[in-house]
């Protein structure tokens, strides 16, 4: 764990709201030079605070109008790989995250569709055939408010 500083905490916020910023630009919102903000961020990016930076796409604008979040259980009959499941799952492009969970489901996948009966295709034809797919609970996403999260 690294000691985090006001100055990195508000670097921190400033990046989540827009990681395309450079160290100048972050540096003038603080009154910092470019050289010593670049020093931080790179600090941070050592240390693995800072894992990467990411372009994030607006799904509806190409096209992709329907978010589904999918609770996966694997069966149980005979002996289902992990690693499998993973990699079939992976493959499939419009399944845009995998996560393994604890609770009633061992997966939970964000799918991205084009309407509902692109996701009706999707489900039958590449997720209910995956190896190891077991029950399944869909939930249509309506709404989305991304939060950045606890920076300390």
């Known amino acids: 764990m690294i000691d985090l500083d006001d100055v990195d905490r508000q670097i921190l916020r400033i990046l989540v709201a827009d990681a395309t910023q450079s160290a100048s630009a972050v540096g003038r ?16 990016q050592d240390a693995g ?7 994030k796409l607006n799904a509806e604008k190409l096209g992709f109008g329907v978010t589904v979040f999918l609770g996966v259980k694997l069966a149980r009959k005979g002996h289902i790989s992990i690693e499998d499941f993973e990699r079939a799952v992976g493959a499939i492009p419009e399944v845009q995250s995998i996560e393994h969970v ?6 939970r996948l964000r799918v991205v569709a084009r309407d509902i009966s692109d996701f009706e295709r999707v489900l ?20 989305e408010e991304r939060r950045p999260g606890p920076i300390g």
Do not use: C, F, H
Request: no cysteine; aromatic share 6%; proline share 4%.
């Open 29 to 44: 919102k603080l009154g910092m030079s470019q050289p010593a903000t670049w020093r931080r961020i790179k600090r941070l």
């Open 49 to 55: 605070v800072i894992k990467g930076r990411r372009l």
């Open 102 to 107: 604890l609770g009633l489901y061992d997966y």
């Open 124 to 143: 039958r034809r590449r997720i209910m055939t995956l190896p190891g797919a077991g029950d399944v609970e869909a939930n249509v996403l309506l709404s």
